[in-house]
């Protein structure tokens, strides 16, 4: 088991553009999570997944943001006209209902920078 | 509504100090709390975590316990190493278990030979 990876790891991009990310989750964890970083604060939530179930979506998921899991496995990002107030490290968590207390594995996340 | 809140940082401690992160929380019913590091140029990685009150986490030399009475979740280790240089931060999910996790700010440790 190689963890939670993201794609891609940084991302560059002009304001209006749109951008998606990809993340792949533990393979036998059915619950995927989004959350953003921004500098000096700890990650916030914005969407989870379980299997390909959207069950939750957080105020501060704007209607340029939809994330997808089409066969609950990976999962997409995207993000439409990007802003600049959208540079951010996003970061994907998976996790298994059967680990006591909620453990979620992190990936690497994707570094936005919206010029 | 749910929320942690952290001692802010940085703190800069010399090789072999005690260490204290203060973590507290607010939330309904009893949440499991955990603590991730972040290491530079890392992800995070779960370092410890209590699921019910008077639990007490345990990892790599660093403890917290969950106090019900005092809402609190404070990091320790008796004896920091310049490896333990790294962002920490407390969290919390809802008592109804596997749902999104509530962060702290973070906490920036320094160590120094």
């Known amino acids: 088991d190689t963890g939670v990876s993201q794609d891609p790891r940084h991302k560059i991009t002009k304001r209006g553009q749109n951008v998606t990310f990809r993340c792949d989750p533990i393979?036998?964890?059915?619950?995927l999570y989004w959350y953003r970083q921004t500098l000096g604060q700890g990650p916030e939530f914005l969407t989870y997944?379980?299997?390909?179930?959207?069950?939750?979506k957080s105020r501060l998921l704007s209607d340029r943001f939809s994330a997808e899991r089409p066969k609950g496995s990976f999962s997409t990002l995207e993000i439409q006209r990007t802003e600049q107030g959208d540079s951010a490290m996003y970061l994907c968590?998976?996790?298994?209902?059967?680990?006591?207390?909620?453990?979620?594995?992190f990936g690497p996340g994707t570094r936005l920078t919206v010029t | 509504g749910n929320s942690v809140t952290q001692m802010e940082g940085p703190v800069t401690l010399s090789e072999e100090a005690f260490l204290t992160i203060n973590c507290t929380y607010t939330?309904?019913?009893?949440?499991?709390l955990f603590w991730y590091v972040q290491y530079p140029g890392e992800g995070l990685q779960l370092l410890l975590k209590?699921?019910?009150?008077?639990d007490k986490g345990s990892n790599k030399g660093f403890e917290a316990t969950y106090r019900k009475e005092t809402t609190s979740f404070h990091l320790e280790k008796g004896s920091v190493q310049v490896s333990d240089s790294a962002v920490y931060f407390c969290?919390?999910?809802?008592?109804?278990?596997?749902?999104?996790?509530?962060f702290g700010k973070g906490t920036r440790l320094s160590v120094i030979a």
């Open positions: 968590a998976s996790s298994w209902p059967g680990l006591a207390g909620n453990e979620q594995y």
């Open positions: 393979s036998e964890h059915n619950r």
């Open positions: 997944f379980q299997n390909e179930a959207q069950l939750e």
């Open positions: 939330a309904t019913g009893y949440p499991s």
């Open positions: 209590a699921t019910k009150a008077d």
């Open positions: 969290a919390l999910s809802r008592a109804s278990g596997n749902t999104p996790l509530v």
